[in-house]
Nanobody
Framework: VQLQASGGGLVQAGGSLRLSCAAS??????????MGWFRQAPGKEREFVAS???????TYAESVKGRFTISRDNAKDTMYLQMNSLKIEDTAVYYC???????????????????WGQGTLVTVSS
């Protein structure tokens, strides 16, 4: 499975960005994959941001609740992260990740997720 993240860039605090993650692969059924976003700021550990299971249940880190929205389009094999009211502390490289599972309860440690995209940089300026 290959994941391709895009949509990062430079934005002012209070602004918005939408990240996309396109999935592809042989014998690949996106609809049966849980998908997620992690981020890693300079000098910090990679941290969970949001996830969506195969039936569309969403989970968010406390730091982004109410500001970020994760979604998926199974017809396009693509996941999105709409980020509103961005803060300087949201600056990080954002990684998309996936795991084939029909369990609805997911885990949020990075080692649970086997597939990773290359990352896209989000920089929020003051």
């Amino acid at each position: 499975v290959q994941l391709q993240a895009s949509g990062g860039g430079l934005v002012q605090a209070g602004g918005s960005l939408r990240l996309s993650c396109a999935a592809s692969g042989r014998s690949f059924s996106f609809r049966y994959y849980a998908m997620g976003w992690f981020r890693q700021a300079p000098g910090k550990e990679r941290e969970f941001v949001a996830s969506i299971n195969y039936i569309g249940d969403r989970t968010y880190a406390e730091s982004v609740k109410g500001r970020f929205t994760i979604s998926r389009d199974n017809a396009k094999d693509t996941m999105y992260l709409q980020m509103n009211s961005l803060k300087i502390e949201d600056t990080a490289v954002y990684y998309c990740t996936g795991r084939q599972t029909q369990f609805t309860k997911l885990q949020y440690g990075s080692t649970w997720w086997p597939y990773w995209g290359q990352g896209t940089l989000v920089t929020v300026s003051s």
